[in-house]
């Protein structure tokens, strides 16, 4: 595996980290881009205002993928 050729992503971070309103936009356009193309639903549990719908979110992802851990 040593000379195995290394993923394009990682030429990709070519510059400084995005912060603030700039990450955000980033992060909202490969979740947006995650869901039309690959129907990847990614969903941050404390971005949801519901109880309810956050609990049932969380309840649904243990049960697929099991608890998360160091929360």
């Known amino acids: ?3 195995a050729p290394i993923s394009s992503i990682y030429r990709q971070a ?5 912060t ?5 936009e980033r992060n909202e356009a490969a ?3 995650a869901w ?3 129907g990847l639903l990614v969903i941050d549990p404390d971005e949801i205002n519901d109880d309810w719908s956050r609990q049932h979110l969380i309840n649904v992802a ?4 099991g608890k998360r851990k160091g929360t």
């Not at 070519?14 to 995005?18: A, E």
């Not at 603030?20 to 955000?24: C, I, K, L, V, Y």
């Open 36 to 38: 039309q193309k690959h």
């Open 20 to 24: 603030g309103s700039d990450a955000r």
């Open 1 to 3: 595996m040593r000379n």
């Open 62 to 65: 243990e049960k697929h993928y």
């Open 14 to 18: 070519n510059g400084p980290t995005p």
């Open 31 to 33: 979740m947006k881009l």
